[in-house]
Every structure is written in structure tokens, then in C-alpha cells.
């Protein structure tokens, strides 16, 4: 039985008997060998990501698990628009998805395929996990939140904002508009205008809310306020509570700015007359971050100036978020 | 190993079944292969074009005064004429005068099919005849089942075209170059003259024949051969004179100012553009580019098995110099190895672009698979003397080896239909894995096709569609097509738009998110997905997304 069984391997002995001539050539059959595995090998990396139903299946558990100032993340990143499609606008609201950063965020809710972990939160502490089908779902904690007394960006508004074009003793105050036109620029246009802004006369400018591509090409809600050559771009935000610090994120549209030399945009931060210090952003850094320290006035709610030039050079398309740090 | 051999009256049978068989395939799959934004340029070139034939009925020899020829030429002539006039033709008789062909946009992609076909016969008669017909059949199916090639096949482009051309043109320049027959001189001096009529790739030619001349003549020198062809080259000068002869000829905007023309046409394709291409998680625009880009992908898009047969072929090739080679097989392999490199070489620059992704290189292709059909022949002959020592019939032993080596590509490129540039073979971890690595998800706007279906249901009548990277004109192809409405109209204004596509690259993003804000929602309506990779998705504005 045992020769039987050998001469089924080679014959007349055992493959390890066989000639050492025959034992070398049965290395030729790792090129048809090469061939079964690659096909084996596709076979199971065309299945292996979860597909849309599945991310539609997963909704409910998202929806129950997500809170209000908690952002979602998916990982893989490539992945997200299937979350975005199955959760909805719900599970990602706009300041959320195209937040400046996570360090304000106390927790983070991360949706994971394919073993991947969304790495800017990898050593955050892993509050809960659940496994869904193909998915895990982990409630991630920040170890140390930067605390929050005032998000400029969620009061771009015409009761708790005034804005004006100045240059030298003139002023060109900026109406505030729900029916401005929309306006979006497509790839190599401008980024979209929205709805309600502040339109500054009959021209180009204007301050209102929308969303730029950072140096990675990520979404970056922010306030657009893009001084016109000549003018000095005046904000006046009311009833700030000021804390430790103002920290902010300055940018133009990366894909539109990667390349450009063109001078710097200045954005300067005063309160009640008092200099707070000054911002100036290069075209190629991205979004970039700033920080200027407030401790002198923490305590205070007061008006808070921004004055935003650069000089006479064209489309200067800066957008900004700033938050009044604790 | 394998040397010459004459084709036989059943290896001409065989091409054709071959290429035949090809061009069916493709013809059968190009239903659901959407529109590329290059194939919406060519087909508006071939669109004047066929006004010009109108031209011509209609006025005669005065159709080919400056005049006329400036009006209708001068607006396409980024790229030679052979293509769009065969685009034209097609359409023009397959589609409006005979009714063959169901499709407008499948009739002016036909040529580009023909084409495709077209190379895999020739793989195969050059294989056959340098390697053996087990070899040449697999070097023929393992370009075919090349899953970027089988994409590429389909289209009302250029780079399958350039890719036969080079191809056809080399196999007949080395029958002129080994024969010295006068007819196959004057036909490679012609069909460069073609081939200079298709694209840009055709100005490296005449390097690579002057390298292959070089190299033949030294190896024979070296190992003391007798000399393949006659001591005057006449196939390489039948080239270089010919060609550009018959370039002229062919094609009618040269005629005047010529030598001005000539000029715009090289400076335009070396003064190309940078446009933007993402690789392993970085978007490139400018040089400069990054130095693996050709290799990796080559490596990531091209089965492994036959990068495996290729590898081994060129094994066999060196051990057969260093053994002694018949000097008319090297012959063979030398005009391979030469156009293998020639295609590749502009990408050891750092300042070629390389927004085209593998199509740039597609020439190299056909070499790379007869190559590899050399390596298919060794590997066969070594595993007959093995089955032979167990089995009988040994001569079962190649097509066995050769089905093991062809399922792989054959059911990848199957599978990658009709997402031809988001597949990724498994060494890049499938299309999973190539997204997770940062490698291009899709270019070209084609992926629109995907998602016919949904934009057709939830069009409201004569709604106006953001179109994003698909080419209004290739948006025009799906509509003669039916494959989307006749009242849906392709915009470039999202305000004005109803539905607005988008169609992932990095660059691009910034178009998702003005649409976030134009229709104030983050959330597609519809996702056209490859093996669970989101590539393109729709966005529609609030009344209109499905419960």
C-alpha cells in the first residue's frame, strides 16, 4: 500500500528517491505553482473590503454610538465615502468632517475596515470596541483635549459680526446676505462661495463660511476672508470670552496655491485697541497652524479685531478658523 | 533553446483567430466601459473629420486647399491624423451608412479594437516564429490578458494604436533586416510612415533600430557569426527616409508651412503639461517625478506570472549569448530588448510626466510578452522531460503549463472589466491595497459609466448634470448611446447643476467639497465602487436623493 501510495508521487519510488536531475526539475513547477497562487491570491483581495451593503448594514450601530461633538472617522481613509453615503449628514456634520485638527475633540468615534486604525488617534485610549461583521467600532479618547471658550467660526453671523473694507480713512461696511448667488469654480476655479456671506460692495469680496484643500488635499472648513488689493478686510467679532491663548489655522486652496510666490496675507489680532499679534501666512505652507497667547486678557469677553492685507498683490484667498483656547 | 523558424499557411489561420477573437471580446465588453475625457477629444477630432469628408464630396481636390485643410486640421493637430481619420471612417460607415455597429461612441472606438487585435495576431507570428506556436499562443494571451492593456483595447485612443504600430513596424523592419527583400524594405519605410501618423512614441523608433543594428553587428563580430541582412542597412535607411515621407503624404496639415508645423508638434509633446498623478500617497505635477513610478507600476498592474515568464525569458536570453547564439535569433531578441527599453526609457528622466499613468509605456508590452514566451518555452520544455519521466504523452505537458500560467491573467482581466484603471494585481494587495498604498484610483473621467443607471432614475426631465473630469464631449457619447438620457444635459457649473458627479483623485477633492457646499450635503447618493473601493460618486441635491 505504503509503494503503492509512493509511486503515486513518482514512480516506481518516492519523490526523494527520484533522480536528483527529476528533483531539480520539479522546481519548473513553481512557475505553474506561481500562476494557482496569484489567481488564489486575487480571488481573496477582490473580497476581502467590506462592500457598500455592508457599510449600509453598519449605519444603525453608528448612528447609536455617535454623539454630538464626537467626530467619525473611518479607516481606511479611502473608505469614508461609503460612511458617508450609508450614516449620512447626521454622523458627519460639516464642522466635524472638515475639522482643522483633533486636538479640541475629547473623543473620537472610529470606524475601521481591514484592520486599518485611523493614525492620527492611534495612542489615544480605546474607550470601548465592538466588532460589527467586518468592522470595529471604537470609541477613542484624546488624553489631553485642548479646551474650547469660543470657535469664531460658528459665529459668522450679522449679530455677533461686523465686517468692512478699510483702506485708509475709508470704510466700506459689508452687508450681510442669505441670497447671495453660489458660486464654485470647479478644479481650477475658485473654491464655492456660499449662500449667506458678507458681500463687501458691488465686488469679489467677501467673508463667509466654506471649505478649502489642505497641502494633503483634506477638507478644512474656515472662514474665507480674502482682503482685495488695496484694502485692509476688517472683522469684529462681539462678546468673545477670552482665555489662555487664540489658536488658529490659515490657509488658501492648496491645489490652486501650491505653486504660488505671490506675498505673504497678514492677519492681524487686536482686542478693544490692545495688539493681540499678528499671523502671516505663506501661499505654499497648506493649512497652517498659528498660535498667539491671550493670557493678559483671560477672563474678558471683549470685541475682537481681525484685520487681514496683503498690500496690492491680487487674489489673496485666505481662509482661517481661530478658536479662544481656555 | 528556440531558434527561427518559418511560419507556416496555419499560423496565418491561427493570428487571425486570434485577433479576431480579440477584437469580439472587446466589442462584446465595450458596453459598460464609460467614456474617457481623451476619447470625447478624439472623437470631436473625428467629428470634423467627417465634416471634412462631407467637404470633400462636396467640392472635390478643393477640399485639400490650405484653405480647407487649415480649417478642419488645424483645430486636432495636437496628435498625427491615422487614428482620427480611422475613427471617422468607422463611424462614418459603420455606424451612419451601414448600420453595423448599434453605437456611435463603439463605432469610433472600433479602430482602436482592430488595433488591439491587430498586435495580438502580430505577437503571435513573431512569436511563432522566433520562439514556437506554444510560446507565441501564450505570448499572444498574456497581452491580451493584461488587464491595463485589455482597458486601453477598448478606446477611441491612441496608446493601443502606437503600441501595434511599433510593434508591426519592428516585426516587419526585422523580416526587411533579415531578408533584404526590397518589398518588405519599402514596407517598413511605409509603415513608419504610419507609425509616425499615430503618435509621438514613433520619434524614438529609428534610435531603436540604429541600437538594434549596433548590438547585432557587434555580436556577431564578437562570437564570429555570419552576418543576418545584407552589409548596407536599407531597412533603417527605408525607415528614416520613407517614413517621414509617407508621414507628409498622410497627413494634410503638414502640407503647409511644414517645417513650422513639424516644429509645433515637437515642442508641444516636450513642452507637455504637467497635469497631476498620485503615487504611494503623494500627488505629483512637477518635476521632479518620482524615479519608480514605471517599474512599480509595471509591477503593480502586470500579472506576476507573466513578469515571472518575462523575467525568465530574459534568463534564457542571456544564457543563450553566453552559450552562443545563432546570430538571426539574436536578431530577434535584440529588436525585443530594444524596444522594451526604448519604451521605458523616458521614464528614467525625472522630468517625463507621468500623468498617463502605464499607458505611456503600453509599447513596451508586446516585447515584455514575447519575451516572456521565451521564458514559457524553456520552463515547458524543462516540465515535458518531467512529465515525460511519468506520464505519457508528454506533448500534453506545455498547453497544461500554459493554462496554469494563463488562468491568473485570463480571470484578472475578466474581473477588472469594466474598472480597468482601478485595478491593481495581488502584489499590490488588489484594488484594496493599491488605495491603502496611495496608488491612482482612476483618471479620464470614464467611471461616469458606472453609474448610468442611478443618474437616469434620479434625473428630474432636462435636468442639468455636473459632469466633473468626464469631457462634455464624451458625456455627448453616452447620450447617443442611450446610456443616459437624451434630455440630461452635462454642465461645468455646479450651481447650476442638478446632480453633480465626482470622479476621486487627491487634486480633485477640492471639487467634492465645493459640491458640499453647493448642495449643502457630505453624503453621495450613489458610489461607483470597484472590490468595495469607492472610485467615482454622485451627489444630488436634497429633493432628489432617494429615500
Redesign the interface.
Known amino acids: 500500500m505504503a509503494a503503492a501510495r509512493r509511486s503515486v508521487l ?2 516506481g519510488s518516492g519523490l526523494w528517491q527520484a533522480p536528483a536531475r ?1 528533483r531539480k ?2 522546481l ?2 513553481l ?6 497562487a ?2 488564489a ?12 451593503s455592508e457599510w449600509r448594514e453598519l449605519s444603525r450601530a453608528v448612528l447609536r454610538e455617535k454623539r454630538p461633538g464626537e467626530p467619525l472617522v473611518v479607516a ?1 481613509a ?2 469614508e ?2 460612511a ?2 450609508a ?3 447626521r454622523a ?1 456634520p ?1 464642522d466635524e ?2 475639522r482643522s485638527d483633533d486636538a479640541t475633540f475629547p473623543r473620537l468615534l472610529e470606524v475601521s475596515a ?1 484592520g ?1 486604525r485611523y493614525e492620527p488617534a492611534r495612542s489615544w485610549r480605546v474607550v470601548s470596541e465592538a466588532e460589527h461583521g467586518r468592522f470595529t467600532l471604537r470609541v477613542l479618547e484624546n488624553p489631553a483635549p485642548l479646551r474650547v471658550r469660543y470657535r469664531f467660526i460658528e459665529h459668522v453671523n450679522p449679530r455677533e459680526l461686523t465686517v468692512a473694507l478699510v483702506a485708509g480713512t475709508q470704510v466700506l461696511p459689508c452687508e450681510f446676505s442669505e441670497q447671495a ?7 481650477h476655479g475658485e ?2 462661495f ?1 449662500r449667506e456671506r458678507f458681500v463687501c460692495g458691488a465686488g469679489p469680496a467677501f467673508v463667509g463660511l ?4 489642505d497641502q ?4 478644512r472648513r474656515c472662514i474665507w476672508a480674502a482682503p482685495p488689493p488695496g484694502f485692509t478686510l476688517r472683522l469684529v467679532f462681539s462678546g468673545v470670552p477670552l482665555g489662555s491663548a487664540l489658536r488658529g489655522f490659515g490657509g488658501l ?1 492648496y ?2 496655491f ?2 504660488s510666490a505671490a506675498p505673504p496675507v497678514t492677519l492681524d489680532i487686536a482686542s478693544e485697541g490692545v495688539r493681540l499679534g499678528s499671523y502671516v501666512h505663506q501661499d505654499a505652507w497648506g493649512f497652517h497652524p498659528f498660535r498667539l497667547a491671550t493670557s493678559a486678557s483671560a477672563g474678558r469677553t471683549a470685541n475682537v479685531e481681525l484685520a487681514l492685507h496683503a498690500g496690492g498683490a491680487p487674489q489673496r484667498d485666505f481662509c482661517f478658523t481661530l478658536e479662544a483656547l481656555e | 533553446m528556440s531558434t527561427p523558424s518559418r511560419l507556416e499557411r496555419s499560423d496565418g489561420a491561427i493570428a487571425v483567430a486570434l485577433g479576431v477573437a480579440y477584437v469580439a471580446l472587446l466589442l462584446g465588453s465595450a458596453h459598460s466601459l464609460g467614456y474617457t475625457r481623451d476619447e470625447g477629444f478624439y472623437t470631436y477630432a473625428a467629428r470634423v473629420l467627417e465634416l471634412w469628408f462631407d467637404r470633400v464630396g462636396d467640392t472635390g481636390t478643393a477640399a485639400f486647399e490650405r484653405t480647407n485643410i487649415d480649417h478642419f486640421w488645424n483645430p486636432i493637430h495636437e496628435h498625427p491624423g491615422l487614428m482620427k481619420l480611422l475613427f471617422a471612417l468607422s463611424h462614418r460607415f459603420f455606424y451612419e451608412r451601414w448600420s453595423l455597429i448599434g453605437e456611435s461612441g463603439t463605432a469610433y472606438r472600433l479602430p482602436g479594437m482592430l488595433m488591439g487585435g491587430l498586435a495580438v495576431a502580430v505577437i503571435y507570428l513573431w512569436g511563432r516564429e522566433a520562439v514556437g506556436r506554444a510560446a507565441a499562443v501564450v505570448s499572444a494571451l498574456l497581452f491580451a490578458f493584461m488587464p491595463r492593456v485589455f482597458f486601453h483595447s477598448h478606446l477611441a485612443c491612441l496608446d493601443v494604436a502606437v503600441t501595434a504600430m511599433w510593434l508591426v513596424t519592428s516585426y516587419v523592419y526585422l523580416r526587411a533586416f533579415r531578408d533584404n527583400r526590397w518589398g518588405a524594405v519599402l514596407g517598413a519605410g511605409v509603415l513608419y510612415g504610419f507609425f509616425l501618423d499615430t503618435k509621438h512614441n514613433a520619434w524614438l523608433f529609428p534610435f531603436a533600430l540604429v541600437v538594434h543594428l549596433v548590438a547585432v553587428r557587434l555580436l556577431e563580430r564578437l562570437k564570429k557569426l555570419p552576418r543576418v541582412g545584407p552589409r548596407v542597412p536599407w531597412a533603417l535607411l527605408s525607415v528614416v527616409s520613407i517614413g517621414p515621407l509617407v508621414l507628409w503624404t498622410i497627413w494634410p496639415w503638414l502640407w503647409f508651412d511644414t517645417s513650422e508645423r513639424v516644429r509645433a508638434w515637437f515642442e508641444f509633446h516636450l513642452q507637455h503639461d504637467y497635469y497631476n498623478m498620485e503615487f504611494l500617497g503623494r ?1 505629483y ?2 518635476p521632479p517625478m518620482p524615479a519608480l513610478y514605471a517599474p512599480v507600476m509595471t509591477l503593480a498592474t502586470v ?3 507573466t513578469l ?2 518575462f523575467a ?1 525569458g530574459l534568463f534564457e536570453i542571456a544564457r543563450a549569448l553566453v552559450r552562443g547564439v545563432e546570430s538571426e535569433r539574436f536578431a530577434h531578441d535584440a529588436l525585443w530588448l530594444v524596444g522594451l527599453g526604448l519604451s521605458y526609457a523616458p521614464w528614467l528622466s525625472r522630468n517625463t510626466p507621468i500623468f498617463g499613468g502605464t499607458k505611456h509605456w503600453l509599447p513596451a508590452y508586446p516585447f515584455l510578452c514575447l519575451i516572456a514566451g521565451r521564458g514559457f518555452a524553456l ?1 515547458a520544455a ?2 515535458r ?2 512529465w515525460a ?2 506520464f505519457q504523452k508528454p506533448e500534453v505537458a506545455a498547453p ?2 500554459a493554462a ?5 491573467p485570463l ?2 482581466t475578466l ?1 477588472s472589466h469594466p474598472w480597468g484603471l482601478t485595478f491593481y ?2 502584489l499590490a ?5 493599491a ?2 498604498a496611495g496608488l491612482n ?1 482612476t483618471f479620464w473621467g470614464y467611471a461616469t459609466g458606472a453609474l448610468t443607471d442611478e443618474l437616469n432614475e434620479l434625473a428630474p426631465p432636462n435636468a442639468a448634470v455636473y459632469v466633473h473630469d468626464t469631457a462634455l464631449q464624451s458625456w455627448q457619447l453616452f447620450r447617443e448611446d442611450g446610456r443616459i438620457r437624451l434630455d440630461l444635459t452635462g454642465t ?4 447650476g447643476s442638478s446632480l453633480a458627479l465626482y470622479h ?1 483623485e ?13 448642495y449643502g ?7 461607483g ?1 470597484y ?4 472610485v467615482v ?1 454622485l451627489y444630488a441635491r436634497d429633493q432628489l436623493r432617494r429615500p
Open positions: 513518482w514512480r527529476v526539475g520539479l519548473w513547477l512557475l505553474p505553482g506561481l500562476g494557482v496569484e489567481l491570491a486575487h480571488v481573496w483581495f477582490a473580497a476581502r473590503a467590506p462592500r457598500e481606511p479611502w473608505a465615502p461609503f458617508r453615503e450614516f449620512g449628514d458627519f460639516f468632517l472638515a481591514l486599518a448667488p453660489v458660486v464654485a469654480g470647479g478644479l473654491v464655492a456660499p466654506t471649505v478649502i484643500d494633503r488635499y483634506e477638507p486652496s491645489f490652486l501650491r505653486d | 500627488t505635477w512637477k500579472p506576476a506570472i515571472a515568464l525568465l520552463a524543462r516540465l522531460e518531467l519521466e511519468r497544461v503549463v496554469f500560467c494563463l488562468a491568473g480571470t484578472m474581473h494585481t495581488p494587495g488588489g484594488a484594496p491595497g488605495a491603502s484610483r461645468l457649473s455646479l450651481p476621486h487627491p487634486h480633485m477633492r477640492r471639487v467634492e467639497y465645493e459640491t458640499w457646499v453647493v450635503t457630505v453624503s453621495p447618493a450613489a458610489i465602487s472590490d468595495g473601493v469607492p460618486w
